[in-house]
């Protein structure tokens, strides 16, 4: 073909790459705003405060720890295409993951997640009885590491979402693997990390567990994977053998 400009398909991946938007001039922060408004206007997303009775944390505030309404909808669109009934979590903090998830099981379905913290979890046992989820939702407080160790081998998850402190990510997806079930979805948020994992030598030890868990997923070569840049980066991973 004569006249057509040759395609990077690198330069295809996001929505503000030149080629995927020679439509709309703007600086990137306005850009992104309404980039924003749009998806929550066409999804129908709400903010969490306004889609659930919220008891919040006086220690943390919930918009610097839990998912944003875009991270929520997309755990919410995974549990429903995949026909998750088992779902396992790290990292509740006030529940809200866990209660998105929840609305999207089936009859009969359940979620575990995993809280360290008891401020924490008080506040996501209070979240899930308020809103109407407590007999979906198992809470395990405890370590993670622990809590893992003591889950029955034979109860497999359709989907484990890991999203708990980010420097031992390798070794949960290693401990989690015989619990989810062939053909299941691993879901590893934060997969970027904030950029440290673009550094060589990632900046925190937060960005170093990541990448350490990105090395693993990058051996993972039999699981259908890829990494999704919504959010802070969001690892799916297909175990194989289904
Ligand atoms: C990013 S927040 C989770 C946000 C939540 N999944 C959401 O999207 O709303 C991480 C949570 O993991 C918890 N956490 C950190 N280390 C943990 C561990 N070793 N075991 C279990 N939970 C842990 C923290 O207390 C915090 O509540």
């Not at 839990?66 to 903090?93: D, N």
Request: hydrophobic residues 45%; charged residues 25%.
């Amino acid at each position: 073909m004569t006249g057509q400009q040759r395609v990077n398909l690198w330069d295809k991946i996001l929505p503000d790459q030149p080629i995927n938007n020679d439509h709309y001039a703007a600086p990137a922060d306005a850009y992104h705003r309404l980039l924003l408004q749009e998806i929550a206007r066409s999804s129908g997303l709400k903010m969490p405060i306004d889609d659930f009775k919220l008891e919040l944390s006086d220690k943390v505030p919930y918009e610097a720890m839990a998912s944003s309404p875009v991270g929520l909808r997309f755990l919410q669109l995974l549990v429903k295409m995949t026909g998750a009934r088992r779902v396992l979590e790290i990292g509740a903090f006030i529940g809200l993951s866990a209660m998105s998830m929840a609305r999207a099981l089936p009859k009969g379905g359940e979620v575990v997640t995993i809280e360290k913290f008891d401020h924490f979890a008080a506040i996501a046992r209070n979240n899930f009885k308020n809103n109407g989820l407590a007999d979906k939702i198992t809470l395990m407080d405890g370590d993670a590491f622990a809590v893992i160790d003591s889950l029955p081998k034979d109860k497999l998850f359709d989907m484990v979402f890991i999203d708990g402190n980010k420097e031992r990510y390798a070794h949960y997806f290693k401990a989690l693997e015989p619990l989810l079930r062939p053909g299941g979805l691993a879901v590893i948020d934060d997969s970027l990390f904030h950029g440290d994992v673009l550094n060589p030598k990632p900046k925190s030890e937060k960005g170093q567990g990541v990448k350490d868990f990105l090395d693993v997923a990058a051996e993972c070569k039999d699981w259908l994977r890829l990494l999704v840049p919504i959010s802070n980066g969001t690892m799916l991973m297909v175990k194989p053998g289904a």
